[in-house]
């Protein structure tokens, strides 16, 4: 497997544009993560899915901010419309049952 | 509330010495215990997996400890080395949820 798979590796936009970032878990995972990484707060989870079903979203910093997950093999957050302060690094993680969280490389997004 | 804090937030020391990185939690019911190493520009890896029973494990260089009474963890890291140049993430997970710590920035000089 080639494990967890984020897409774009980097994204930059200007303020107030659509930003769209994907994620494909690894096969047969049920859960996947969200988590967005910054220097000042390290990382947070924003929210979380079970066998596709959003489970916990209070990490979602407010309404721009909305994550899908249409099947098991992929998972998108959007943000709309993106601000200066969305730059971050976004990464997602998947989990099967009780095994350790495996992490996408990320996607650094960059508002200017 | 459901807490992970680490220390010390940054940490430089020279090629070979060892260091010890800490972890204290609030989390509860706890699950596991999970020590990450994120390079640079990567996502973490998990390095060791401690569970209730457990005091102590080893991976290679580096061995974890975890004290479920006082709930503190501790990662120490034997004759360091440049690669070992990486932020160290502790996760303790509950139910199906995980709590991240704000990591420990670990610099190895030569």
């Known amino acids: 497997d080639a494990g967890v798979i984020q897409s774009p590796r980097h994204e930059v936009t200007e303020m107030g544009q659509e930003v769209t970032l994907r994620c494909k878990p690894i096969s047969g995972h049920n859960s996947l993560f969200w988590y967005r990484q910054t220097m000042m707060r390290g990382l947070e989870l924003l929210i979380y899915f079970n066998n596709n079903v959003p489970i916990d979203d209070s990490g979602m910093p407010e309404d721009r901010f909305s994550a899908k997950m249409p099947n098991a093999s992929f998972s998108t957050l959007k943000i709309q419309p993106s601000e200066p302060r969305d730059s971050a690094v976004y990464f997602c993680?998947?989990?099967?049952?009780?095994?350790?969280?495996?992490f996408g490389q990320g996607t650094r997004l960059t508002v200017v | 509330k459901n807490q992970v804090e680490q220390s010390p937030q940054s940490l430089i020391i020279l090629e070979g010495k060892n260091c010890t990185l800490q972890?204290?939690?609030?989390?509860?019911?706890?699950?596991?215990l999970r020590w990450y190493k994120q390079d640079t520009g990567r996502g973490p890896v998990s390095l060791t997996i401690m569970t209730f029973s457990e005091n102590t494990k080893s991976n290679g260089r580096y061995t974890a400890t975890l004290d479920a009474d006082t709930k503190q963890s501790s990662l120490h890291i034997t004759a360091s080395q440049l690669s070992d140049s990486a932020s160290y993430i502790c996760v303790v997970t509950f139910n199906n949820d995980m709590r991240f710590g704000a990591g420990t920035r670990l610099t190895v000089k030569p």
């Open positions: 972890c204290n939690y609030t989390v509860s019911p706890f699950s596991n």
């Open positions: 993680a998947s989990r099967g049952g009780r095994t350790e969280a495996f």
